[in-house]
Nanobody, 120 residues
Framework: QVQVVESGGGLVQPGGSLRLSCAASGSISTIYVMAWYRQAPGQSRELVADITSNGSKNYGDSVKGRFTISRDNDKNTVYLQMNSLKPEDTAVYYC??????????????WGQGTQVTVSS
């Protein structure tokens, strides 16, 4: 059994910062790509950023220069540092991890989501 759990969301004023964390646990052999997605009300889910196991990063255009993704492979954890937050960053943020289980094939696992609200 593999679980992916996010933490760190909340309410922040425009221009502020938040740091999201996502930890994978369970019967894990290898974690390949870890990613953050977000979904605002009435909109489709979009990629925010992803990072490979060797540290290659990719960002959505709307967050480049403001958000930074990182990971700690020893802790099976991915982070999203969000700076200069804007009201349009308000969304539920989801963690996704591509995981090879000890007894299972490669699957994509989603966290339950964490709400980020940017408002004055």
């Amino acid at each position: 059994q593999v679980q992916v759990v996010e933490s760190g969301g909340g309410l922040v004023q425009p221009g502020g910062s938040l740091r999201l964390s996502c930890a994978a646990s369970g019967s894990i052999s290898t974690i390949y790509v870890m990613a953050w997605y977000r979904q605002a009300p009435g909109q489709s889910r979009e990629l925010v950023a992803d990072i490979t196991s060797n540290g290659s990063k990719n960002y959505g255009d709307s967050v480049k220069g403001r958000f930074t993704i990182s990971r700690d492979n020893d802790k099976n954890t991915v982070y999203l540092q969000m700076n200069s937050l804007k009201p349009e960053d308000t969304a539920v943020y989801y963690c996704n991890a591509e995981i090879l289980g000890i007894t299972t094939m490669v699957n994509n696992y989603w966290g339950q989501g964490t709400q980020v609200t940017v408002s004055s």
